[in-house]
């Protein structure tokens, strides 16, 4: 878990942190990968697909700096997955911001 110490983020980890610190200040606790991709801001041309934003919101789930889970809004309903930074994300993404404190999580 070396990367929860702020070392070793690629660009788009970082441009997830970062974006996922954002919404958490908006008080979003969970936000889905449509909320993060448009908190990444800019045209849909520049943003990554969604392919590749879920992929890297894996691998930050797998690096426990975000949590995630499956939420089916209704019985007939495809499921969404859920994103939230979890303590170790929070201060990874204090780190990426300059941010003192940390972010709030629950």
């Given at each position: ?22 919404l958490t200040a908006k008080g979003l ?39 995630d889970e499956w939420h089916r809004p ?17 201060v990874a993404a204090a780190q990426l ?10």
């Open positions: 878990m070396g990367r929860a110490a702020g070392k070793n983020f690629g660009t788009r980890d970082a441009r997830l942190l970062r974006a996922a610190a954002r606790v969970k936000f889905d990968g449509y909320q993060l991709a448009k908190e990444l801001g800019g045209s849909w041309f520049n943003r990554p697909s969604m392919a590749s934003l879920y992929r890297d919101a894996s691998q930050l789930a797998s690096d426990q700096l975000f949590a209704s019985p007939t309903a495809l499921p969404v997955r859920y994103f939230r930074l979890t303590p170790a994300g929070a911001t300059g941010v003192s404190g940390g972010v709030q999580t629950t």
